[in-house]
């Protein structure tokens, strides 16, 4: 997949549980999930299972942990995909 | 010792008056008060077919089910709220968001961080979140799938989901909790937030009841045959209280949330008032004498009656009419006896009696909820709705015939006596009274 493939995917997955739409319209890979997009950071946990189901991966939680970015999700994605 | 909303007569001491200020129902047979007022009116039953329940080969294929909740629910709810409610909580939802509406309060977004500490919840369950537990949980868990539960698990299986969901919702700051005490659980929540408002804790306290649809949630009590099962064929016939050919009650599901409020408040904002709580009790039978985990002991039933009335400082001729508990099952024709023999009065002479239950099954830790909403709608819109299918009334019931309403009827009624009796030998006795200024 294309990184802006990923991104694309990341941000369809991460859309409903955005509570500042505007950022989400504007968003670019610089993006920060919890204090740009206002996701409920309770909800990190189904956004990560969102990801594995999607691009059939696992992530672990030290993984997860990391993502603090769109850009950080698509760079996980892309790495444990290989 | 009966609790009492006051435990001594009023005298215009400092206690609040307590009144009803907005209500908000989700009703097997009808979502929204006109609606619901027209169905009750009409005799309209909410009780249909289960397909899944004869899938699931329970004995009593028929239940009461709100319609049409998935179509409107996104009006109501943003989908991440969504994505962390279960059935009970819909409902119990979308019926406090109609009634902080109904009572004309403001609506604050999240975003602005408003919270008022003035008015919270007491909005309760009988049974609460199973379906999440039965459809998610427990098979996660098992397949040793734990890790995949996602995040939302909790906060719809824990015992207080309804009324957190919508203390988060309305940004409410005082108390916000679920009772349970079964199937008097609404009306005991109505009670308990009327002595809140007494004591000068709360102004408003939303109250209510909300129970889910699952058949997780009604199996115990197919499995203790106590459910209606012989109109399998003929839903709207299956909920028959009073009746000579009952043969258990019709599970039910739903919410009512009732808005109620210092009469003070509701004045000095221009409030509509369906009525005032003039009193009410809530006690228990102890379990004792012919009392058990599942039949009222009929001296606690008649104490709590009088302990109402008492509190409401009001004489039972004073009463007009009484909405039953009446569930349908073998019970129906002793808690009539319990009615006259705590109101001292004779079969011919008890107040006007009507079972809404006949109309949209027993709606367990709802029932007190939407029963209330039924009853304070009969009093501000002037009318008595038929208990139906009642024609073949019990043996025991002939001497009260006259008094039983079955087809609806206009009333200029005030005064009305709820009741609410559950398993665990609980009762919960509500007296309600028309205000006449404004």
Redesign the interface.
């Given at each position: 997949m294309t990184r802006k493939e990923v991104f694309d995917e990341v941000l369809n997955i991460i859309g409903p549980f955005a509570v500042n739409k505007e950022a989400l319209e504007g968003a670019t890979e610089q993006t920060n999930i919890l204090t740009d997009l206002k996701v409920n950071s309770a909800r990190l946990v189904d956004i990560i299972l969102d990801f594995e189901d999607k691009f059939e991966i696992e992530i672990d939680d030290d993984a997860a942990d990391e993502i603090q970015t769109l850009g950080d999700a698509v760079d996980k994605i892309l790495e444990i995909k290989g | 010792m009966t609790t009492n909303v006051r435990s001594e007569p009023a005298n215009g001491s400092d206690e609040q008056r307590v009144v009803i200020t907005g209500m908000g129902v989700v009703a097997p047979n009808g979502h929204g008060l006109d609606e619901f007022e027209q169905a009750l009116r009409e005799g309209r039953s909410g009780i249909r077919f289960v397909e899944e329940l004869k899938e699931l080969k329970f004995g009593c294929q028929v239940g009461g089910v709100p319609q049409g909740i998935d179509e409107i629910k996104t009006e109501y709810l943003s989908?991440?709220v969504l994505?962390a409610m279960n059935s009970s909580m819909t409902y119990a939802a979308i019926a406090a968001i109609d009634c902080w509406r109904d009572a004309g309060l403001p609506e604050h977004p999240p975003e602005d961080g408003v919270v008022d500490w003035d008015t919270g919840a007491i909005v309760g369950t009988g049974v609460g979140g199973v379906d999440t537990l039965g459809d998610k949980v427990v098979p996660g868990v098992t397949a040793g799938r734990t890790k995949?539960l996602?995040?939302?698990m909790v906060e719809q299986t824990m015992s207080s989901a309804v009324s957190a969901r919508i203390g988060g919702l309305l940004g409410l700051g005082n108390q916000v909790t679920t009772n349970s005490s079964a199937c008097s659980t609404g009306t005991e929540a109505l009670i308990m937030a009327a002595e809140r408002i007494r004591a000068g804790r709360a102004t408003r306290m939303l109250a209510g009841g909300a129970e889910g649809y699952s058949p997780y949630i009604w199996a115990g009590f197919d499995a203790m045959r106590v459910l209606s099962r012989a109109y399998n064929e003929e839903p709207e016939r299956a909920s028959r209280p009073m009746s000579a050919s009952t043969g258990g009650f019709v599970p039910g599901s739903g919410a009512g949330v009732l808005m109620l409020e210092s009469l003070e408040s509701a004045r000095e904002r221009g409030a509509h008032i369906y009525a005032e709580v003039l009193g009410g009790a809530i006690n228990s039978g102890g379990q004792r004498g012919t009392g058990s985990m599942t039949a009222p002991n009929p001296e606690g039933v008649r104490r709590c009656i009088r302990a109402a009335l008492a509190d409401a400082q009001i004489g039972s001729e004073e009463i007009e009419v009484v909405n039953g508990h009446l569930t349908g099952t073998m019970a129906d024709p002793l808690e009539v006896e319990n009615w006259r023999a705590a109101l001292e009065l004779t079969p011919e002479t008890i107040p006007l009696l009507n079972g809404t239950k006949s109309l949209v099954g027993h709606a367990l830790g709802a029932a007190g909820g939407i029963e209330c909403v039924a009853a304070l709608l009969q009093l501000d819109r002037g009318f008595i709705h038929g208990s139906v299918n009642c024609e073949d009334l019990h043996p025991d019931l002939e001497h009260f015939s006259s008094r039983i309403v079955r087809e609806t009827r206009e009333s200029s009624a005030k005064t009305l006596a709820k009741a609410s009796f559950g398993f665990g030998d609980v009762n919960a006795c509500v007296i309600f009274r028309t205000v006449d200024e404004q």
């Open positions: - | 989908p991440d994505m995949r996602g995040s939302t």
